[in-house]
T-cell receptor, first 109, second 112 residues
């Protein structure tokens, strides 16, 4: 039931791009993305509410394909500050909220 | 606004002890939840609440109790601590189930 993210981990050099995928076995009506830095709480990045919707936040953007039950997070020209673990999240049922399996991202200088 | 606050930040318990983790928010959010995060793992939902007086179980509720007597507070009670409950506990709140979740700083719990 938990959305599956891929890859599980990725290491980048500063300036490189990355894509993180989130796939669900159940219908997705909205997807959230969060970033968690080591030792800190998760922080909200963006929400996608409609199928096919794309949103952006500086050099981080995301897409949401409702038909394929997938969302992807795009990190462009990565910076050291992008390091952390990225989680997708979604409503599961009427009242429950669940997070994806997580993707650890490390950006090297 | 303080956002979501959690106390204590750190706690060490012995097996069998009980304790309450406190969580409070000042954003008038109806939806509140408790997650646990084990090292290198994701966030697992323990219990959640959609408003004062309404709570329900998440994925891993065994060994934990919650209550919600006010909109602001959502304490998590460990009934009889076990080493398997060693984890980082996060409380979160949001305006609605599909809204942005605001997290507290977490409580790092060790059960010996």
């Amino acid at each position: 039931q938990q959305p599956v993210q891929s890859p599980q981990a990725v290491i980048l050099r500063e300036g490189e791009d990355a894509v993180i995928n989130c796939s669900s076995s159940k219908a997705l009506y909205s997807v959230h993305w969060y970033r968690q830095k080591h030792g800190e709480a998760p922080v909200f990045l963006m929400i996608l509410l409609k199928g096919g919707e794309q949103k952006g936040h500086e050099k981080i953007s995301a897409s949401f394909n409702e038909k394929k039950q997938q969302s992807s997070l795009y990190l462009t020209a990565s910076q050291l500050s992008y390091s952390g673990t990225y989680f997708c999240g979604t409503a599961a049922g009427t009242y429950k909220y669940i997070f994806g399996t997580g993707t650890r991202l490390k950006v090297l200088a | 606004n303080a956002g979501v606050t959690q106390t204590p930040k750190f706690q060490v318990l012995k097996t069998g002890q009980s304790m309450t983790l406190q969580c409070a928010q000042d954003m008038n959010h109806e939806y509140m939840s408790w997650y646990r995060q084990d090292p290198g793992m994701g966030l697992r939902l323990i219990h959640y609440s959609v408003g004062a007086g309404i709570t329900d179980q998440g994925e891993v509720p065994n060994g934990y109790n919650v209550s919600r007597s006010t909109t602001e507070d959502f304490p998590l009670r460990l009934l009889s601590a076990a080493p398997s409950q060693t984890s980082v506990y996060f409380c979160a709140s949001s305006y609605s189930l599909r809204g942005e979740q605001f997290f507290g700083p977490g409580t790092r719990l060790t059960v010996l």
